[in-house]
Structures are given as C-alpha cells and as structure tokens.
T-cell receptor
C-alpha cells in the first residue's frame, strides 16, 4: 500500500517546547514538501527538498527546521521560535508535477 | 505569496446541479493543477492542464485554461453530496514547486 504517512494525527505542545512532526513516503519520490494551513486558508510552503541531503526554505520557514537524511523521510521540527505554531501541517511528495499528500497533523499549542 | 486566487470563496448548490469555480493567477505558468480537500484531510490531485492546452476532461470534471487572461475554471457536472469539499488551484512557480490558491469551499446539498 503506497503512500505518505504523517504522525501523529493530533499533537499538543506547551509553549516553549520544540516538537517534531513525522513524514514518511514509500512512493520513491525525490521531492518532498511541508505546508502549513490555517483555518479557511490555502497552503503555505514551509520547506521543500528536491533530493536527499538538500532542502530549501519556502515562504514561511522562520521558526521551523527540517532534515532529509533518507529519501523516504522528511521530518519537520517546529521550534519555540515559531510565534504562532497552532495550525494544520501537510506533507507532500512528488516525482513530476503532481503532488501526493499525507493526511496531515493538527498541532495545537497550549 | 499565493499566486492563485479562487472565486467564489464559497458555493452552495443542490445535488445534480453543475458547480463552476474559477482561478486567477499572476505570472506565466507551465501548468495548472486542481486539488480537492475534504475537511481535515490531505489534498487529492484531480487534474493537471498544461499551458499549451485549453481544455481537459476527467470523468465529471472539465477544466479550461485561458493563458491570455491568466485564468482557469473547474466545472463539476451533475454534482453529488460526496463532492462537498474545498477545491484549490495550484500553479507551478519553479521546477517541482507549486503555489496554492486560497480555495473554494463547495457544499452540495442532497
């Protein structure tokens, strides 16, 4: 069963804590992406990676960090520097133009 | 920044009616894609239209592209309650990198 998995589905954290969101794909795609979605809004690009061991900042990278040590995995860390982290986070991967999305992680900061 | 803007922001129709939503964008593109998002879920790719194409069909979906007006439309014919979702257009801004619009929220009333 091929696809993208994200975990956990719901995540709660206290202010000042770092938290890491998992994204794994078994589609053998080179490119992977992290997006943030706020209520009633579109998707904004946080970071993307076109190949292992390489990644670029998107439009709203401040307060976030990523790594791409393996082709299958692209974890996102939401640091305490992110001022308003409560949002829905979506991971995606692509080979050509079409992007395949995971089910998302809803992060709430208490 | 978001290149695509969908119109209308929200649309409510009766089952069996057609639904039309529009997307306008600002800069030249190689292709334009439409995605669907059910509430609280990831996005699902619907259809891609390239800049040298004017119209494309997939099942009950019909997409048009007018590059001179920098606009696209998505028509869903004979709508069903299961079509209730948000619909986003996405335009490519660089190789394997797209930007998403703000979405149209469609409600199909049984």
């Amino acid at each position: 069963d091929g696809g993208i998995t994200q975990s956990p589905k719901y995540l709660f954290r206290k202010e000042g804590q770092n938290v890491t969101l998992s994204c794994e794909q078994n589609l053998n795609h080179d490119a992977m992406y992290w997006y943030r979605q706020d209520p009633g809004q579109g998707l904004r690009l946080i970071y993307y990676s076109q190949i292992v061991n390489d990644f670029q900042k998107g439009d709203i990278a401040e307060g976030y960090s990523v790594s791409r040590e393996k082709k299958e995995s692209f974890p996102l860390t939401v640091t305490s520097a992110q001022k308003n982290p409560t949002a829905f986070y979506l991971c995606a991967s692509s080979e050509l133009d079409e992007q395949f999305f995971g089910p998302g992680t809803r992060l709430t900061v208490l | 920044s978001q290149q695509g803007e969908e119109d209308p922001q929200a649309l409510s129709i009766q089952e069996g009616e057609n639904a039309t939503m529009n997307c306008s964008y600002k800069t030249s593109i190689n292709n334009l894609q439409w995605y669907r998002q059910n509430s609280g879920r990831g996005l699902v790719h619907l259809i891609l239209i390239r800049s040298n194409e004017r119209e494309k069909h997939s099942g009950r979906l019909r997409v048009t592209l007018d590059t001179s007006k920098k606009s696209s439309s998505l028509l869903i014919t004979a709508s069903r309650a299961a079509d209730t979702a948000s619909y986003f257009c996405a335009t490519d801004i660089a190789r394997q990198k797209v930007t998403f619009g703000t979405g149209t929220k469609l409600q199909v009333i049984p």
